[in-house]
């Protein structure tokens, strides 16, 4: 039952994040920051592809998926339309991961150490929902904040 729960929720919040991205008007904008805001909406965008595609894709699902956890704070122009396409294919991973997920495992330990102290898988993946919900926020903050003028 927590699969499907975690799936749909993780669905609907990656649904939320190609939405904020299609909505900036100014394509510029997904990439700029100022004063105190330190990440572009973009480099959130390719964090959250990123982590779900590390922890999910490629430790649950066994994609073969590496990261580069660096380029995602370091790219820059990457075209809206790929973003979204990113953020759609992440979606694809993460379903079929999850769906195809033992729910036995649940409560046993997530193979990577992540944090201080070992976790379970359970934990880890609650865990990813809401870092993704977070940035999701921040991402939907940036856009009214910054792309309103245009």
């Known amino acids: ?7 749909s929720i993780f669905s609907r919040d990656l649904l939320k ?7 900036y008007k100014d394509v510029n904008v997904i990439w700029h ?10 480099n959130l965008c390719l964090h959250l592809v990123g982590n779900l595609n590390t922890y999910i894709g490629a ?14 704070f370091s790219s820059k122009g990457v075209e809206q339309s790929v973003l979204i396409q990113m953020v759609s294919e992440t979606m694809k991973t993460v379903k ?13 330990e997530y193979p990577l150490l992540v944090f201080d102290t070992k976790t379970s898988y359970e934990f880890f993946l609650i865990h990813l929902a809401t870092h993704l919900n977070y940035h999701l926020g ?12 245009k």
């Open 1 to 7: 039952m927590i699969l499907q729960s975690l799936e």
């Open 17 to 23: 994040l190609s939405r904020e991205i299609e909505l």
């Open 33 to 42: 920051y100022e004063k105190n805001i330190s990440n572009s909406a973009g």
């Open 59 to 72: 430790e649950i699902g066994k994609t073969g998926y590496i990261r580069n956890r660096d380029a995602e």
């Open 96 to 108: 079929e991961s999850l769906l195809n997920f033992n729910p036995a495992l649940l409560h046993t």
């Open 138 to 149: 921040q991402i939907n903050y940036h856009r009214r904040l910054l792309d309103v003028w």
